[in-house]
């Protein structure tokens, strides 16, 4: 059963920056198509940012120019590289792959942008 292992999470002020880092259990991730998402208190999780397996990227119109995704297909890894942080972009931060067949999710990790 594939793991999802979130880190880099913290308080922040607003203008700074965070990197966030994504571990991935098992043996075929360099051929999936994975995303960050995250969720902010009552309201439903949301896509962010997503990245293929030949590194094409997309991202969430609040956080373009802004936020930037990357893979280390070696080291199972996904990340997220959050600059110029607003107290909007508070929430828990998760990785997973995009589409409809989704892992289950790991625990997050928070991300607190303070004005």
């Known amino acids: 059963q594939v793991q999802l292992v979130e880190s880099g999470g913290g308080l922040v002020q607003a203008g700074r920056s965070l990197r966030l880092s994504c571990v991935v259990s098992g043996n075929d991730f360099g051929r999936h198509y994975m995303g960050w998402y995250r969720q902010a208190p009552g309201k439903q999780r949301e896509f962010v940012a997503g990245?293929?397996?030949?590194?094409?990227?997309n991202y969430k119109d609040s956080v373009l120019g802004r936020f930037t995704i990357s893979r280390d297909n070696t080291g199972n890894s996904v990340y997220l590289l959050m600059n110029s942080l607003k107290p909007e972009d508070t929430a828990v931060y998760y990785c997973n792959r995009v589409g409809p067949e989704k892992w289950s999710w790991g625990q997050g990790t928070q991300v607190t942008v303070s004005s």
């Open positions: 990245i293929t397996s030949s590194g094409s990227t």
